[in-house]
């Protein structure tokens, strides 16, 4: 499975971003799928989560914020990001798993797409 993540940029405080990563190769094999997120001063975080039944979980600083969302067929995912902050500015990891339980770990990572939010 090879994931493709894109849609990261430069956005004004307040501004919104659409992240999308899209899945290919044995596509079936997946179930849940989420974003991570990176900066370079920090340790990589969990942004969102989905199940393969669209069951979402999101880290405290994305709620109300952030939205993911997938295509079952196509096992493409997105995140809508609104209401950005500086400290939101990281590089966003694409990850899915063959388990629906993804807390018990990822089997697939896609590279990063980055996002700069200026203040």
């Known amino acids: 499975v090879q994931l493709q993540a894109s849609g990261g940029g430069l956005v004004q405080t307040g501004g919104s971003l659409r992240l999308s990563c899209a899945a290919s190769g044995s596509i079936d094999s997946i179930k849940a799928m989420g974003w991570y997120r990176q900066d370079p001063e920090k340790e990589r975080e969990m942004v969102a989560t989905?199940?393969?039944?669209?069951?979402?979980n999101y880290a405290d600083f994305g709620e109300g914020r952030f939205t993911i969302s997938r295509n079952n067929p196509e096992n493409t995912v997105h995140l809508q990001m609104n209401s950005l902050k500086p400290e939101d500015t990281a590089v966003y990891y694409c990850?899915?798993?063959?388990?629906?339980?993804?807390?018990?770990?990822?089997?697939?990572w896609g590279q990063g797409t980055l996002v700069t939010v200026s203040s």
């Open positions: 989905i199940t393969s039944r669209g069951r979402t």
């Open positions: 990850r899915a798993g063959m388990n629906d339980q993804w807390f018990k770990g990822w089997n697939y």
